[in-house]
């Protein structure tokens, strides 16, 4: 596949790359200052854009079978510009005729118990918790997105640069935790998880949780 990959340069982006790269697949890799140095592959392409500005992301997609989010706030930026993004990144596949979209999203809209979120619950770290309540706004404007075949998958609770096992699991709109209840994923199997959902397609207009 030819996929455009936005975000490219970040933490989960750069392992994402390297995971679709090495599946055979072509990766355009964006971010905003067109440089990942990182990547190395005859089949990556560097290139510079505004995943906030719907033309920017019409004219990068074209062309693409799909596209991949692992797009983030950066630094002191309002969380709330994942909004943004996702609206800019839905209008711009649609101009684009791309109808392919696989979103890293955020643990903290999943469930831990029936009508429970993770980020509703009494442990869920204050810090994290503007930019867990954005993923989720985010998620709410994708979720309209009915003509788009788009996956919205999200690490488990903690997630770290770490080992490539190929092991992970998945649940429905749930937190995936393991027996001790932690709940976490390695970066590098995240981008396994996103890769094998992006070839296989078994979340399409689904909220996945990932884990161990
Ligand atoms: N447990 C959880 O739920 C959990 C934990 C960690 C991460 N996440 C989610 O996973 C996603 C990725 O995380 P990460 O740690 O890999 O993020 P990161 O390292 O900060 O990477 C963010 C990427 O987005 C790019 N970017 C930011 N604004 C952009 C814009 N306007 N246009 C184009 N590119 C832009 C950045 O590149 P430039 O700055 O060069 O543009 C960078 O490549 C985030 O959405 C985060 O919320 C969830």
């Known amino acids: 596949m030819d996929v455009l ?5 970040g933490r989960i982006g750069r392992r994402t790359a390297d995971e679709l790269l090495e599946r055979g697949h072509a990766v355009t890799g964006v971010s905003r200052s067109g440089t990942v140095e990182e990547v190395d592959h005859p089949a990556f392409a560097a290139v510079a854009g505004d995943a906030t500005d719907a033309d920017d992301v019409a004219k990068l997609a074209a062309g693409h079978d799909a596209v991949v989010s692992t797009l ?8 709330a ?5 996702m609206e800019a990144v839905i209008d711009g596949l649609r101009r684009a005729s791309v109808d392919r979209l696989v979103w890293t ?19 869920f770290p204050e810090e994290w918790e503007s930019l867990a309540r954005a993923a989720i706004d985010a998620y709410d404007v994708l979720r309209e997105a009915d003509d788009l075949d788009w996956s919205y998958v999200a690490p488990a609770a903690v997630i770290e640069p770490g080992e490539r096992t190929g092991e992970y699991r998945t649940a429905e709109g749930e937190l995936v935790a393991d027996e001790d209840g932690d709940s976490y994923i390695s970066m590098e199997d995240f981008a396994i998880a996103l890769a094998d959902e992006l070839e296989e397609e078994n979340a399409v207009h689904t909220y996945l949780g990932t884990g161990y």
């Not at 990959?5 to 340069?9: D, I, K, P, R, V």
């Not at 510009?81 to 993004?85: A, G, I, K, P, R």
């Open 5 to 9: 990959l936005l975000g490219a340069s």
């Open 72 to 79: 983030g706030p950066s630094g002191e930026e309002d969380p």
């Open 81 to 85: 510009v994942l909004t943004e993004m």
């Open 105 to 123: 999203g955020g643990a903290g809209g999943l469930e831990v118990a029936p009508d429970t979120k993770l980020v509703e619950t009494d442990d």
